[in-house]
């Protein structure tokens, strides 16, 4: 069955503090898997969007990274700002002709001041 | 604002009422999908359409609910007889189908509340 298991459930950190959000798989065929961050009552956003191919990518101070062996990804925040709170989620695209989405549960990442 | 638009945003029925929401799509995208997200959960998928055609409906989707896309651009979700669970957020994303990155622009949702 393909699923997508997000840890941990929710976070708490200081501003300015660094962390690290995690996604584990079972999606096959993999085709990409993204990283979305919602805003309370707003609709998801796209931070980046990753092909088997690649184990890194940046979009600022959000780093991603997959692990395509092991069906593990990371969202790594860098010296976090308050505007960071919200919830991350982790999307896995599997391929077939429809391009189905697989959505984690999310974390939600609160910073405090 | 050339994003996904959804109206409205906020809607309070009565159970058993009828509602429906409005989703317009990316004007150049031919993929569009509904889904539905409850409180601390992540999106669940409900259905999708290229162009004019719906080619998925999740088990989620009772008969209660129907989504249309006459013409290939916007789309209608309706949803009859409302109960107390259907209270969520219904999410509308669109994306261009090509193959490889499909990226899904999602809308900030309808908020809907059965009383």
């Known amino acids: 069955k393909n699923q997508v298991e997000q840890s941990p459930q929710s976070l708490i950190i200081l501003e300015g503090k660094n962390c690290t959000l995690q996604?584990?798989?079972?999606?096959?065929?993999?085709?990409?898997l993204r990283w979305y961050k919602q805003d309370t009552g707003r609709g998801p956003v796209s931070l980046t969007i990753?092909?088997?191919s690649e184990n890194t990518k940046s979009n600022g101070r959000y780093t991603a990274t997959l692990d395509a062996d092991t069906k593990q990804s990371s969202l790594h925040i860098t010296a976090s700002q308050l505007s960071d709170s919200a919830s991350y989620i982790c999307?896995?695209?599997?391929?077939?002709?429809?391009?189905?989405?697989?959505w984690g549960a999310g974390t939600k990442l609160i910073i405090k001041p | 604002d050339t994003g996904v638009s959804q109206n409205p945003r906020h809607k309070i029925t009565k159970r058993g009422q009828n509602v429906t929401f409005r989703c317009d799509p990316i004007?150049?995208?031919?993929?569009l999908y509904w889904y539905r997200q409850t409180l601390g959960q992540g999106p669940e998928f409900l259905t999708y359409?290229?162009?004019?055609?719906?080619?998925?409906k999740s088990r989620l989707l009772s008969d209660r609910f129907s989504a249309e896309r006459p013409k290939g651009s916007f789309s209608t979700l309706e949803i009859q007889r409302t109960e107390q669970g259907d209270s969520a957020m219904y999410l509308c994303?669109?994306?261009?189908?090509?193959?490889?990155?499909?990226?899904?622009?999602f809308g900030q949702g309808t908020r809907l509340t059965v009383v």
């Open positions: 994303a669109s994306s261009l189908a090509r193959q490889g990155d499909t990226e899904a622009f």
């Open positions: 004007s150049e995208h031919n993929r």
């Open positions: 359409f290229q162009n004019e055609a719906q080619l998925e």
């Open positions: 996604c584990n798989y079972t999606v096959s065929p993999f085709s990409n």
């Open positions: 990753m092909t088997f």
């Open positions: 999307v896995v695209s599997a391929k077939g002709s429809n391009y189905q989405l697989i």
